[in-house]
Nanobody
């Protein structure tokens, strides 16, 4: 009953920018940490950036200074602003959220559908 819907992926030239959005909806009691992960073909999914409900952020080293994760708690939405994109950023990007569906439920991880980000050289 919970879904995360992503938008904003696409094709961009190296050095360009994209902004991804991900909104959670459905039977939501509360949303904890949210984040972005990416996966290239034949590679394991890796964390890109995370953000807590209070706004604390973490980034993998390769995107520090280029990517910014933010969120709108009231809208259950997380964003990833990607600047100075590089070809090695090419991947399918997935949003993730820790969501409780009721007061009595433990948080569970939910995933967006994935957004293709392609950076050309």
């Amino acid at each position: 009953q919970v879904q995360l819907v992503e938008s904003g992926g696409g094709l961009v030239q190296a050095g360009g920018s994209l902004r991804l959005s991900c909104a959670a909806s459905g039977s939501i009691f509360s949303v904890g940490a949210m984040g972005w992960y990416r996966q290239a073909p034949g590679k394991q999914r890796e964390v890109v950036a995370t953000i807590t409900r209070g706004g604390s952020t973490n980034y993998r080293d390769s995107v520090k200074g280029r990517f910014t994760v933010s969120r709108d708690v009231a809208k259950n939405t997380v964003y990833l602003q990607m600047n100075s994109l590089k070809p090695e950023d090419t991947a399918v990007y997935y949003c993730n959220a820790a969501i409780r569906t009721s007061y009595y439920s433990d948080p569970a991880g939910y995933w967006g559908q994935g957004s293709q980000v392609t950076v050309s050289s």
